[in-house]
């Protein structure tokens, strides 16, 4: 089965900064890489995804890179602001089922 | 509200007890999702639906654990005679024709 790992387990960075979120995974039939954020005590909430028939998305201040030859992808946030500071999880697989990574916890320095 | 909703959201039971969880997707989804979520960890897989039908289970979902979705709507999520080791967020999440799953906010199990 699949089985994504994820890098680092915690994150600080100074407010205005960037964060970089690392995955990797090992099911090369998996086609489907979204990432979620998690807020205490809240549902895991889509952020952005990409399929991989794509190599970058980008939305506003997040994107999303995925190298399909060395399976990893990764998540960017640029200009952070202290309400980024959550839980996010990156994902893969495909219609049937995700494979969650095990979290970054991100801390946002003001 | 046109999420995903899940009832109830938090749950006390004694070990031994039966509990049953129930997840409204969104209208539209086809596909329903259980998932599994422990302190400090990603949500982990239990099973799908797309409609009525089970089409997989995770080997975490022992013969304690049963889910039904009868009508292609709702879903239910059965655990029986509980562990300490069951206590967790069950977490549900549908999708329609994209791979994109949506979550509720999820049912807090505690078991004494």
């Known amino acids: 089965g699949e089985n994504v790992e994820q890098h680092p387990s915690t994150l600080s960075v100074q407010e205005g900064d960037s964060a970089v979120i690392k995955c990797t995974y090992s099911d090369s039939a998996s086609n489907y890489f979204p990432w979620y954020k998690q807020e205490l005590g809240k549902r895991p909430q889509l952020i952005i995804d990409i399929r991989s028939n794509v190599g970058e998305k980008k939305d506003q201040r997040i994107a999303v890179t995925l190298n399909k030859t060395a399976k990893h992808f990764s998540l960017h946030i640029t200009e952070t602001q202290p309400e980024d500071s959550a839980v996010y999880f990156c994902a893969a697989g495909g219609n049937e089922k995700l494979t969650f990574g095990t979290g970054t916890r991100l801390t946002i320095i003001p | 509200d046109t999420g995903v909703s899940q009832d109830p959201r938090h749950k006390i039971t004694k070990r031994g007890q039966n509990v049953t969880f129930r997840c409204d997707p969104i209208?539209?989804?086809?596909?329903l999702y259980w998932y599994r979520q422990t302190l400090g960890q990603g949500p982990e897989f239990l099973t799908y639906?797309?409609?009525?039908?089970?089409?997989?289970k995770s080997r975490l979902l022992s013969d304690r654990f049963s889910a039904e979705r009868p009508k292609g709507s709702f879903s239910t999520l059965e655990i029986q005679r509980t562990e300490q080791g069951d206590s967790a967020m069950y977490l549900c999440a549908s999708s329609g024709n994209q791979e994109t799953q949506y979550f509720g906010p999820g049912t807090r199990l505690l078991v004494l």
């Open positions: 209208s539209e989804h086809n596909r």
């Open positions: 639906f797309q409609n009525e039908a089970q089409l997989e």
